[in-house]
């Protein structure tokens, strides 16, 4: 029975991330909740006590600004851009959950054997019954070239969309025009551009008023990030600049409120 309960704790730690709001409940080092591991897992170090203390609260700041001087030592410059990314609201009244989060991962095996590609889609019984419903005539026993086969078909496949000319594409075409904000109102035009999942991005965007005049603008580099986190931090980051102004009556514009949406 303990033995059992120990396994059991452990795999609900293993599989158990943070969900962060205030950070209080949250600690820098031994909580997963940036990652897919603790920060203590890439951080060879020893820490002190202090260090070994500092929950998320104490070093986030609002709006993706860290206290970094608080630890004693300097972190990699990749795991600061990772965090940079991540807005928190110290401020927040929700308090820090824990999330379980149990994904099955497949592994077909056959008498300890790990299931090979050829047996799945060629020797298998099940396989078998499903390429004779097919009637297809062409001889699947040489499992040697079944590998190469696959990659031919690819290559064949990519090759032959990219030889059809533009007119046989379905294209959609689309007005591209500035909508203006009813008046006495302003509108924020906002975009992020990021070089690929997890890494580094950039943010930028305007304000204008209902005329298409240009009242202010930002941008700036944030960290390492996705296409999306990108896309909403310019939003996260164009209202501050446009209340610090007293533009009271802001809007995003359609395509940051499709972001939002979806």
């Excluded at 920060?39 to 820490?47: A, D, E, K, T, W």
């Excluded at 025009?177 to 890494?199: H, S, T, V």
Aim: charged share 20%.
């Amino acid at each position: 029975m303990g033995r059992a309960i120990r396994k059991g704790n452990s795999l609900i730690n293993s599989n158990s991330s943070a969900i962060v709001h205030n950070g209080k409940k949250t600690s820098l080092w031994y909580d997963i909740w940036f990652k897919e591991s603790p920060l203590r897992n890439v951080i060879p170090r020893p820490l002190n006590k202090e260090d070994s203390l500092i929950i998320v609260n104490q070093l986030a700041n609002d709006l993706g600004s860290w206290s970094w001087e608080i630890v004693s030592f300097n972190l990699p410059q990749s795991i600061k851009d990772l965090i940079n990314a991540i807005l928190r609201f110290k401020e927040s009244s929700l308090e820090d959950v824990s999330s379980c989060n149990f994904q099955k991962k497949w592994l077909l095996q056959t008498k300890s054997v790990v299931e090979s590609d050829c047996h799945l889609f060629i020797e298998c019984p099940v396989s078998k019954s499903i390429w004779h419903l097919t009637r297809c005539k062409t001889q699947l026993s040489n499992c040697n070239n079944f590998g190469k086969s696959i990659a031919s078909a690819a290559e064949f496949h990519d090759i032959a969309l990219s030889n059809v000319s533009t007119s046989q594409r379905n294209s959609l075409t689309l007005p591209v025009k500035w909508i203006p904000p009813m008046n006495g109102w302003w509108k924020m035009n906002c975009d992020g551009a990021c070089e690929g999942n997890l890494r580094p991005f950039s943010i930028g965007g305007i304000l204008r008023d209902n005329l298409g005049n240009w009242i202010s603008g930002f941008s700036g580099f944030i960290g390492d990030g996705t296409a999306l986190k990108a896309e909403l931090w310019g939003i996260t980051m164009g209202f501050p600049v446009g209340f610090s102004m007293k533009l009271s009556f802001l809007i995003p514009s359609e395509k940051e409120i499709n972001a939002l949406i979806n």
